[in-house]
């Protein structure tokens, strides 16, 4: 089963990314926004999204459409924790921005869930309070997408840069062998 689905994904990628007809890095650019734009916290508006960025940076919009399509409905969940715990620890010891959130919005959040009833959502105080207990987690969950999403797109351009150029020096050296048989 596994190995099937491997060939999918590999007929996939060689198929849709490997054959596209444009150059390497606009190819790899495609690929960078592509992961960029799908670890963000912009679900259902990230196909749209890539689109106008690979527009207006002259990036392929086809390459990317795969690497947007990581973080759907079903991956939503555990994408967005995994973000949200790298922005977390970024932010709040040991990262790279130390204690940047401080503690404030986290006393905020705590606050507002423990006194959180449904009855509530009906309530002015509610709404007065929702802003400032959602701003840490929002902060840490955009931290954590920005940061993955660079990472992830920068892995995915040099793979998909020197993947590109290794496929087309394969297909030409293929050719040419076939053209001196």
């Given at each position: 089963?596994?190995?099937?689905?491997?060939?999918?994904?590999?007929?996939?990628?060689?198929?849709?990314?490997?054959?596209?007809?444009?150059?390497?890095?606009?190819?790899?650019?495609?690929?960078?926004?592509?992961?960029?734009?799908?670890?963000?916290p912009t679900l259902?508006?990230?196909?749209?999204?890539?689109?106008?960025?690979?527009?207006?940076?002259?990036?392929?919009?086809?390459?990317?459409?795969?690497?947007?399509?990581?973080?759907?409905?079903?991956?939503?969940?555990p994408v967005y924790?995994?973000?949200?715990?790298?922005?977390?620890?970024?932010?709040?010891?040991?990262?790279?921005?130390?204690?940047?959130?401080?503690?404030?919005?986290?006393?905020?959040?705590?606050?507002?869930?423990?006194?959180?009833?449904?009855?509530?959502?009906?309530?002015?105080?509610?709404?007065?309070?929702?802003?400032?207990?959602?701003?840490?987690?929002?902060?840490?969950?955009?931290?954590?997408?920005?940061?993955?999403?660079?990472?992830?797109?920068?892995?995915?351009?040099?793979?998909?840069?020197?993947?590109?150029?290794?496929?087309?020096?394969?297909?030409?050296?293929?050719?040419?062998?076939?053209?001196?048989?």
């Open positions: 089963m596994w190995s099937r689905s491997w060939r999918r994904i590999r007929r996939l990628i060689i198929e849709r990314i490997l054959h596209l007809n444009d150059t390497p890095h606009r190819i790899a650019f495609g690929v960078f926004l592509g992961f960029f734009v799908g670890w963000t259902g508006a990230q196909i749209l999204i890539y689109w106008l960025l690979a527009y207006v940076l002259r990036a392929n919009r086809v390459s990317g459409v795969l690497p947007v399509l990581l973080t759907n409905p079903i991956t939503a969940v924790a995994f973000n949200w715990k790298i922005g977390q620890w970024l932010l709040k010891g040991g990262g790279i921005f130390g204690e940047l959130s401080g503690q404030a919005p986290r006393a905020e959040l705590d606050r507002f869930v423990a006194e959180f009833s449904i009855a509530h959502i009906f309530q002015a105080q509610f709404w007065r309070d929702f802003g400032p207990a959602i701003k840490g987690l929002g902060t840490e969950l955009i931290v954590g997408c920005l940061v993955v999403g660079l990472i992830c797109g920068i892995l995915g351009y040099v793979a998909t840069f020197y993947g590109v150029l290794a496929y087309r020096k394969r297909r030409q050296t293929r050719a040419l062998s076939r053209a001196a048989a």
